[in-house]
T-cell receptor
């Protein structure tokens, strides 16, 4: 059974701070890693994808991947109240179906 | 790019009737489409995976005769909830994965909220 683990939160950070979201996965064969943002009552939105070890930056978002530790994280710099949402970590091997974590709820306090 | 639409965005139907939900990839060819269901404050639950021109693969516990999936073209998949009952009321979300450079990425439609009375 492939598993993706996330702390359910809520993770509360003050506005302007860095939010750090973490995810671990069980399948060592995993090759593709994604972060989705889901606002309450809405569908998930892809915000980052990462395929190789290291950091990938896109605006205020940085995804970090460490395959040896089976760990992927998402950093959100200068957090804004509009970043308050549930963040889903997702993992897949090749073209197999994606395994989603249960999500971490982020609250950015003004 | 990578836009997925769903129609309708919400629907109310009476118990025992059938409802069809459409999922379209608007700017890419979706070789694979996925159907999820999400109950309030719960995680996404994958219902089935469909490849264009092939029969859908259903997850364990999902009744294939109740949730009919058709992926007739590279841009359209439909989910029909047959003989709907109040316990089928949920948020149904499709996603699509295409070919090309970002073929591992999966993009979600906006979802369809189904209420069965």
């Amino acid at each position: 059974q492939k598993e993706v683990e996330q702390n359910s939160g809520p993770l509360s950070v003050p506005e302007g701070a860095i939010a750090s979201l973490n995810c671990t996965y069980s399948d060592r064969g995993s090759q593709s890693f994604f972060w989705y943002r889901q606002y309450s009552g809405k569908s998930p939105e892809l915000i980052m994808s990462i395929y190789s070890n290291g950091d990938k930056e896109d605006g205020r978002f940085t995804a970090q991947l460490n395959k040896a530790s089976q760990y992927v994280s998402l950093l959100i710099r200068d957090s804004q109240p509009s970043d308050s949402a549930t963040y889903l970590c997702a993992v897949t091997e090749g073209y197999q179906k994606v395994t989603f974590g249960t999500g971490t709820k982020l609250q950015v306090i003004p | 790019g990578a836009v997925v639409s769903q129609h309708p965005s919400w629907v109310i139907c009476k118990s025992g009737t059938s409802v069809k939900i459409e999922c379209r990839s608007l700017d890419f060819q979706a070789t694979t489409m996925f159907w999820y269901r999400q109950f309030p404050k719960q995680s996404l639950m994958l219902m089935a995976t469909s490849n264009e021109g092939s029969k859908a693969t259903y997850e364990q516990g999902v009744e294939k005769d109740k949730f009919l999936i058709n992926h007739a073209s590279l841009t359209l998949s439909t989910l029909t909830v047959t003989s709907a009952h109040p316990e089928d009321s949920s948020f149904y979300i499709c996603s699509a994965r295409g070919s090309g450079r970002s073929s591992y990425e999966q993009y979600f439609g906006p979802g369809t909220r189904l209420t069965v009375t």
